[in-house]
């Protein structure tokens, strides 16, 4: 099984409707990451997470908030989704800053 | 500009050959370096830490570059497998990494 799950893997919907993106953990990590990936700009970070009392910001994050329901869990929700949020959003986690960060499969979200 | 940037590429090569992709970074406070590897559509991977002696694993070499600002990586003997985008992170201080938007790689039979 793998180690870092996101749900779901693929997702259309339609300008001004709430969606969340869902990430959970069996690495035991504390540290918890939601990134955005558009061509030819790599990935950017939205927010992160270094337990479930901590929650940051980070380069891009209006328009998104999270959620850090348990260690291993941590949600991203988009309140009112626009095109331009159309992006492969990644969910990651560690267990320190500099150390290794596994990355989950993904999700692909259209917003029409 | 850019706190990492790298050469989009692609880099199109034969099997068997040589190939460098640099990155340079604009914050000299970055204190860690790293590869990842992200195939088409998947998520990115870890492929090694760039130490500041140099570091080698297998057919991929990784060199920092402190006074220039910049990391290497090198990759010997190229397979059909290493078609990637190879993506150079750093640690700026400030909590989490920092991506470039990564280097295509297209290693050709």
């Known amino acids: 099984d793998a180690d870092v799950t996101q749900t779901p893997r693929n997702r259309i919907t339609k300008t001004g409707k709430r969606i969340m993106l869902e990430c959970s953990q069996t690495k035991g990590h504390d540290r918890m990451y939601w990134y955005r990936q558009d061509p030819g700009l790599g990935l950017r970070l939205i927010y992160y997470?270094?337990?479930?009392?901590?929650?940051n910001k980070g380069e891009i994050s209006d328009g998104y908030s999270v959620s850090r329901q348990a260690q291993a869990k941590f949600s991203l929700s988009l309140e009112s989704a626009i095109p331009n949020q159309t992006a492969l959003y990644f969910c990651?986690?560690?267990?320190?800053?500099?150390?290794?960060?596994?990355f989950g499969p993904g999700t692909r979200l259209t917003v029409l | 500009r850019k706190e990492v940037e790298q050469d989009p590429g692609p880099f199109n090569v034969p099997e068997g050959a040589t190939v460098a992709f640099n990155c340079t970074y604009s914050?000299?406070?970055?204190?860690?370096f790293f590869w990842y590897r992200q195939d088409c559509r998947k998520e990115p991977k870890l492929l090694m830490s760039v130490y500041s002696s140099g570091n080698e694993d297998g057919r991929f070499t990784a060199q920092l570059n402190r006074a220039s600002q910049y990391i290497s990586l090198l990759i010997r003997d190229s397979k059909l497998s290493d078609s990637a985008t190879y993506l150079c992170v750093l640690d700026t201080g400030r909590r989490a990494l920092t991506f470039g938007s990564g280097t295509r790689l297209q290693v050709q039979p």
């Open positions: 997470s270094f337990d479930v009392k901590d929650i």
């Open positions: 914050n000299s406070a970055s204190q860690s």
């Open positions: 990651a986690t560690s267990s320190g800053s500099t150390d290794t960060q596994y």
